[in-house]
């Protein structure tokens, strides 16, 4: 499941890592629990969408849970949207609401989140 984040929860490290062409997230690495932004420039942003949706999921990449789809807010030219995730791997691609994908050519993407303890 994915939290969106409330106003009192900001993080203040802000190392950001470019995941693909015009998709990037920070902070980075990910770290369960605490708010992610994920901004997309990618092919949909290009071609003029009127909306994005960071459609996301968590688990095996190969068996996505806890599926939603959240809208993006568009930022300058690019797309940005914010959540928290709650388990150790975030699997996520895009869509504009009139079934175009981008979808890394039907591989997604997938990070792993970390449990923010130190070994």
Known sequence: MFR????????????????DHGISITPMPITMNEEV?????????????????????SGDVRSWENVQ?????????AWVANIVPTDSRLNFCFHDGANNWDNNYNLNWSVTVHNGRQI
């Open 37 to 57: 932004t994920i901004t997309y420039d990618g092919h949909l942003a290009q071609n003029n969408a009127q909306a994005v949706y960071l459609h996301v999921g």
């Open 4 to 19: 969106l984040p409330t106003a009192q929860r900001r993080i203040e490290k802000r190392q950001t890592a470019q995941i």
């Open 69 to 77: 789809d959240i809208q993006m807010e568009k930022v300058n030219d």
